[in-house]
């Protein structure tokens, strides 16, 4: 009785205490990298890095078409896999992401990089085969080549920005 008596006068302070630990715990769970997902990420980004920068329409900043050869590097993110009910690298034969990739020129700051974004379809084939949108004024290109359930996810950009940072880093490190 007195240690309830205690808690009701002098345990205020217990709530949002425990309401702290609960929203920390919540946020740890959702930060916990996803294996699978890292994989496909990995898998894309390797796949879209073997791409010279013509296949990939590398434009410059001032929107003009890169037409010379170069390291490019890559970010990507997967938003679905064919099949969709894959859950290891080994079962998936298709990869659908969002890239971002930027062509390597010596001396070039990133603010100047040659780069491209957008959906992108890599089969796992050997070599895999990569399928991005061509550039042009017709939005059915992009939806074209993604399946329907998927193309609200087409349409978004990377979501973890640990991978455009990255891709950053090792812009900055290859460029030297």
């Known amino acids: 009785m007195c240690l309830v008596l205690f808690l009701r006068r002098h345990g205020w302070w217990l709530l949002p205490e425990l ?23 990995a898998r894309a980004q390797t796949a879209l890095e073997q791409l010279s920068p013509a296949e990939l329409e590398l434009y410059a900043p001032s929107g003009h078409a890169v037409d010379h ?22 079962d998936v034969q298709v990869i659908y992401a969002v890239y971002f990739c930027a062509m390597v020129k010596p001396g070039t700051p ?3 990089a040659s780069r491209s974004s957008g959906p992108a379809v890599i089969a796992l084939t050997d070599p895999p085969a990569v399928q991005t949108a061509k550039s042009g ?5 992009v939806w074209a080549m993604i399946p329907d359930d998927l193309e609200q996810k087409a349409a978004a950009s ?10 950053r880093t090792r812009y900055e490190q290859a460029v030297v």
Request: one cysteine or more; glycine letters at 12%.
């Open 69 to 90: 050869g170069g390291k490019v590097l890559c970010a990507a993110e997967s938003f679905g896999t064919e099949p969709p009910t894959a859950k290891r690298i080994e």
């Open 158 to 167: 990377l979501h973890e920005w640990g991978r455009l940072a990255g891709l």
């Open 19 to 41: 309401v702290a630990v609960a929203i920390l715990a919540a946020g740890l769970l959702t930060v916990q990298p996803n294996r699978f997902q890292d994989q496909l990420a």
């Open 137 to 141: 004024v017709d939005p059915g290109r």
């Open 110 to 112: 990133w603010d100047y």
